[in-house]
């Protein structure tokens, strides 16, 4: 029996412009470390809540650098832990921000807010649970010198605990709807840019608006990459593998749900329609090669089993393959990745719920009521 279009040949479509979509985004890595040539005065600017867990390997990580930086500025936003003092003992300076004003979400308050504070004229805004390869700031401010605009970095998800790797199948879509844009340039607009690791121009960033632009967005960073291409300027997005890392939720489970939850929704529907049609697609035939396995057992139709387990360990494969370039998440998720796309349609149905019904999301200890969405 040859195989149907829909059964078939439409999953192996999509899975190829999945692998070639996935393939566009390039990494810091490849870019040359080599040139000390370069006149920017350089800013770092770290917005920093309860991060006393992250900040010191980060602060470390930037003291391991060959490159020099004028100053680093640690944005501390009413922490309840040890974040203030750990950014002082290594020679950071830390600004405490005032409270937050109405219409203001606590990341682009930080941000701004050190942005004011800040004297240099390139911006290097870093999360606080990042962390940095030697030899990372270089090749940054190397690759900024050759395209200016924003440079946007997703860094390499760095996990210890098992249940860490939750996020395998989260990191695999984002990363796949950022890179729809790169392989059809002309029918799809970009999303946005990676909020973790970002470097620009003060001008640039000013003439963009820059946090005070996007400062009721729950996406910061999507928004903030939007209004850069909307006034011209470009930006462009790289993968971290081998330089830019980071470790999104050490404390596991509960804080993976509240963080996944508080933005996933709204990044779904921030996205272009083309990249969520796609995404949905890739997400509904990766679902149903398992099922159609069970089921093509269970009626004894065993083309079906054939069909369905080569798509299986194609689709296997492919998410084996992204998540090598997105993290050290090992082979698990994906030779078994059914549970981890469960988990994944789980989240994704509760951030519709809270972000469109209760129009509320909690993260870092506070409740964040959702004007836009």
């Given amino acids: 029996m040859f195989p149907g279009l829909l059964s078939f040949w439409l999953p192996l479509i999509l899975g190829s412009l999945t692998f070639l ?84 979400l606590g990341k682009s308050w930080a941000c701004w807010q050190g942005v004011l504070a800040s004297e240099g004229d390139l911006l290097i805004f870093l999360d606080a649970d990042v962390f940095l390869e030697k030899g990372a700031m270089e090749r940054l401010i190397n690759l900024y010198k050759k395209k200016k605009g924003l440079i946007s970095v997703q860094p390499y998800h760095f996990m210890v605990r098992k249940d860490e790797k939750l996020s395998a199948l989260f990191n695999f879509i984002l990363t796949l709807n950022m890179s729809l844009p790169l392989l059809f340039r002309k029918i799809i607009r970009p999303s946005g840019a990676y909020g973790p690791c970002l470097v620009c121009h003060r001008q640039d960033y000013l003439a963009a608006g820059g946090h005070e632009a996007v400062r009721g967005e729950i996406l910061e960073d999507m928004a903030l990459g939007r209004k850069f291409l909307e006034k011209g300027i470009p930006v462009h997005l790289y993968g971290g593998k081998g330089t830019v890392f980071f470790r999104m939720y050490p404390r596991g489970f509960w804080q993976l749900i509240e963080g996944w939850t508080k933005n996933f929704a709204s990044g779904a529907f921030s996205s272009n329609p083309i990249s969520l049609l796609i995404c949905a697609g890739w997400v509904t035939f990766c679902l149903s090669a398992p099922l159609n396995v069970i089921k093509g057992f269970l009626t004894q139709q065993y083309p079906l089993v054939i069909i369905s387990s080569i798509l299986y360990l194609f689709f296997a494969a492919q998410i084996c393959w992204g998540l090598n370039r997105l993290g050290n998440f090992g082979m698990g998720p994906a030779i078994f990745y059914p549970p981890y796309l469960l988990f994944f349609i789980a989240i994704f149905f509760l951030s519709l719920f809270q972000t469109y019904v209760r129009r509320q999301v909690r993260w870092k200890g506070r409740k964040i009521k959702l004007t836009k969405c």
Avoid at 34 to 58: H, K, M
Avoid at 80 to 97: C, F, K, M, S, W
């Fill in 21 to 104: 979509a996935l393939s566009s985004m390039p990494l810091l890595k490849e870019e040359n470390q080599n040139s000390r040539d370069f006149d920017y005065r350089l800013s770092i600017i770290i917005p920093a809540r309860n991060e006393e867990e992250n900040l010191e390997r980060l602060l470390n990580s930037i003291d391991g650098q060959t490159l020099p930086v004028n100053e680093i500025i640690v944005v501390d936003d009413h922490s309840e832990d040890r974040t203030g003092q750990i950014a002082l003992n290594h020679g950071a300076r830390v600004i405490r921000v005032p409270e937050l004003p109405d219409g203001w």
